[in-house]
């Protein structure tokens, strides 16, 4: 009669040593040196998927548009380039801010209707002397943008900055600061 193995009936003894195989050994070695190489080859393709989503917005998102000296109490209409960055599509679109100068300081208000987004101009209608006029529908707005038919919001303002040499830069647009 064959010996029982001598851990058979003793679970805390001591555990028999199993040996790798050979085949093992190859297939842990070979998969472990395909991850390294699939990890190394996927880290940069993960790296630029998400490059856009990295980069922060600095001082310049700010753009150059006009003089001080050059502003007045009554809007004037100013075009600029702005550059923007769509994941990895670069582009320039032209933008354009009615500005004026007053006791407040400087206001840069964007022309897009609150109403359905068309573009609103400054006396533009006999009807709605000193006011922004939206052709489409009708809207109209004081000089600071206070909505007084049609739209429900007042006219969203650019981000202004002085420059030390006089100069006015526009940023991101964001809600009216002076009305509501
Ligand atoms: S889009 Fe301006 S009034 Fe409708």
């Not at 851990?7 to 998969?31: C, D, I």
């Not at 006009?66 to 994941?87: I, M, R």
């Not at 489409?136 to 909505?147: D, L, M, P, R, V």
Request: proline share 6%; with cysteine; aromatic share 10%.
């Amino acid at each position: 009669m064959s010996k029982p193995h001598e851990n058979e009936h003793n679970p805390h003894g001591p555990t028999a040593r199993k040996e790798m195989s050979r085949r093992q050994f190859l297939s842990y070695t070979l998969g472990g040196a395909s991850a390294f190489m699939i990890g190394g080859a996927a880290l940069p393709m993960v790296r630029f998927a998400v490059d856009p989503l990295l980069q922060k917005k600095t001082d310049s998102d700010y753009v150059k548009v006009v003089e001080v000296s050059k502003l007045t109490a009554e809007p004037q209409e100013f075009n600029f380039e702005v550059l923007q960055v769509d994941g990895w599509y670069e582009s320039k679109p032209t933008m354009t801010a009615w500005i004026c100068k007053d006791e407040k300081g400087i206001l840069a208000l964007s022309p897009t209707c609150k109403h359905l987004g068309c573009t609103v101009s400054w006396n533009n209608n006999e009807k709605f002397k000193d006011q922004y006029f939206c052709p489409c529908h009708g809207a109209h707005y004081t000089k600071e943008g206070k909505q007084l038919a049609v739209a429900r919001a007042p006219l969203d303002e650019y981000k202004v900055k002085v420059s030390e040499d006089g100069f006015v830069y526009l940023g991101s647009k964001q809600s009216n600061t002076r009305v509501q």
